[in-house]
């Protein structure tokens, strides 16, 4: 079965409605060299093993975060992994591949 499509437990964000929020904590969870490709205004890039495996490094649980991937997979599953640990997370649904907005280079 593959995990990625288990249902996200926690809230959701259609990634096109990004823009919408003024001053958002966004956390980018892919690669470097995916993140260099193009990402959204004010993300902050933390590949998602380094953000699972030291999430205290990069997040204080009274804040709220929204976490991006490329198409939502690796967000979802940080998402569950986080929400369980106690963190106030949302999931970006369909990800910056689904953002039509302008990315930054």
């Given at each position: 079965?593959?995990?990625?499509?288990?249902?996200?437990?926690?809230?959701?964000?259609?990634?096109?409605?990004?823009?919408?929020?003024?001053?958002?904590?966004?956390?980018?969870?892919?690669?470097?060299?995916?993140?260099?490709?193009?990402?959204?205004?004010?993300?902050?890039?933390?590949?998602?093993?380094n953000?699972?495996?030291?999430?205290?490094?990069?997040?204080i649980?009274?804040?709220?975060?929204?976490?991006?991937?490329?198409?939502?997979?690796?967000?979802?599953?940080?998402?569950?992994?986080?929400?369980?640990?106690?963190?106030?997370?949302?999931?970006?649904?369909?990800?910056?591949?689904?953002?039509?907005?302008?990315?930054?280079?």
């Amino acid at each position: 079965m593959f995990n990625f499509l288990k249902k996200v437990e926690g809230k959701v964000i259609n990634v096109n409605e990004i823009d919408n929020l003024l001053e958002i904590n966004l956390i980018d969870i892919r690669e470097p060299y995916e993140y260099k490709g193009g990402s959204i205004r004010n993300s902050k890039n933390v590949p998602m093993q380094n953000l699972i495996t030291n999430p205290d490094k990069y997040l204080i649980k009274d804040k709220t975060y929204y976490i991006i991937c490329q198409s939502g997979g690796r967000s979802a599953r940080t998402v569950n992994h986080l929400k369980k640990q106690g963190y106030d997370v949302v999931n970006v649904i369909g990800g910056i591949g689904s953002y039509v907005g302008t990315k930054r280079k």
